[in-house]
């Protein structure tokens, strides 16, 4: 219903979020990792079920103050996962677009 109204009044949608620290994919816990791709793979169905042509936000780690940078395994999870939600939202017509902080 969402996407039809949007379409109607010619509204253009774009969704936003940052994750929470039990689903930071920058973390070396594979299991925080999971949850991170998952809530990642649900606002994608969300993004593209109400037609929002841009995912975007701090979507490679939490939306946290970190006490230390993340290690060389956190950098290699978070980058594995943008990919595979980079490839995910290409084919459904979204764009992923990061938000870069300075935390």
Request: with cysteine.
């Amino acid at each position: 219903m969402t996407k039809r109204v949007f379409s109607e009044h010619g509204v253009k949608a774009a969704c936003s979020l940052g994750l929470s620290l039990d689903a930071d994919i920058s973390s070396d816990d594979d299991t925080v990792v999971q949850q991170g791709a998952a809530c990642l793979d649900n606002a994608l169905a969300f993004a593209a079920g109400i037609g929002a042509q841009h995912l975007c936000g701090i979507l490679y780690s939490a939306l946290a103050k970190y006490p230390r940078p993340p290690t060389a395994a956190g950098r290699r999870n978070a980058i594995r996962e943008l990919k595979v939600l980079a490839d995910k939202a290409a084919d459904r017509g979204v764009k992923v677009c990061l938000e870069v902080v300075n935390r």
